[in-house]
């Protein structure tokens, strides 16, 4: 919450981000072991957190250090019946990367391109805390075989009155998450509910990038009622079809080059 309260205040220099950073050494060795990894591929090792800040930016290592405060405080029981943790952040990994890739194609900014990652990578973080808490509700609201033709986030309202994307976007707010990543994570399944247009593309476009790695089986193979696309949802987006299957080529391949990323990060 300190990183993000930092990182929301425009006085904030990358001095204070580094010296709040510090202040926690497993923090600090995650995030080192992250940059140097291969899925950033330094030219040579960085050593330091002013290193990491000067090479990657201001905004490329508060996303870091959001990223792995979350990873590490949220996940899925080893025993839950139907995806392990691994492929829950699997799943969230492909989404993160295919947010990313569409927002470059969209002409978005280098700040803007690292906002959709990091808003593809946690918008399912509800799901996690649902069967945290619920596990055995859950683990019946997922099965494949149970009412197989009603979507699982209309029985997530029906079994407790939320959604995992609502939950998500909750838990964001309490955290003192920036509006946009909030919007993102809290209205991933439903873009046009939001009245305020401003983070409706961002959304929008972690709605699409959610849905093609559900439909290309990305960590998480079990999972029905997902992968398909509305004709609203195509008629808001910047992309069309063609421009959006571009940039999915390869995509199961760039997530099992990027398992270092949440390799580094459960150390």
């Known amino acids: 919450m300190k990183i993000i309260s930092l990182a929301n205040n425009p006085k904030t220099t990358p001095t204070d981000l580094v010296n709040t950073i510090s202040m926690d050494p497993l923090l600090t060795a995650k995030l080192l072991r992250l940059v140097n990894s291969a899925f950033y591929g330094p030219n ?115 079994h407790f009155g939320i959604s995992h994307s609502e939950l998500g976007g909750v838990v964001a707010r309490h955290w003192k998450f920036p509006e946009s990543l909030i919007m993102a994570i809290g209205n991933h399944h439903a873009p046009f509910s939001m009245e305020d247009d401003h983070h409706k593309m961002l959304t929008l ?13 990305i960590g998480i193979q079990n999972s029905p009622n997902t992968g398909t696309i509305s004709e609203e949802a195509w008629a808001a987006f910047k992309l069309d079809s063609d421009q959006a299957e571009k940039c999915l080529m390869g995509l199961p391949e760039s997530v099992e080059d990027a398992k270092a990323f949440l390799q580094k990060i459960d150390d």
């Open 44 to 158: 040579r090792a960085i050593s330091s957190l002013n290193r990491a800040v000067i090479m990657l930016g201001f905004n490329t290592v508060k996303n870091m250090a959001l990223s792995i405060a979350v990873v590490s405080s949220i996940g899925i029981k080893d025993d839950f019946k139907w995806f392990s943790n691994e492929e829950f952040w699997q799943h969230n990994l492909g989404c993160a990367i295919a947010a990313r890739t569409m927002g470059t194609t969209m002409g978005a900014s280098p700040l803007e391109v690292e906002e959709f990652f990091i808003a593809g990578l946690l918008h399912d973080m509800g799901r996690a805390v649902l069967i945290q808490k619920f596990q055995e509700e859950c683990e019946t609201i997922y099965d494949p075989a149970y009412k197989p033709d009603i979507p699982r986030i209309d029985l997530e309202n029906e």
């Open 205 to 217: 476009t972690v709605h699409m990038a959610d849905q093609f790695s559900h439909k290309l089986k």
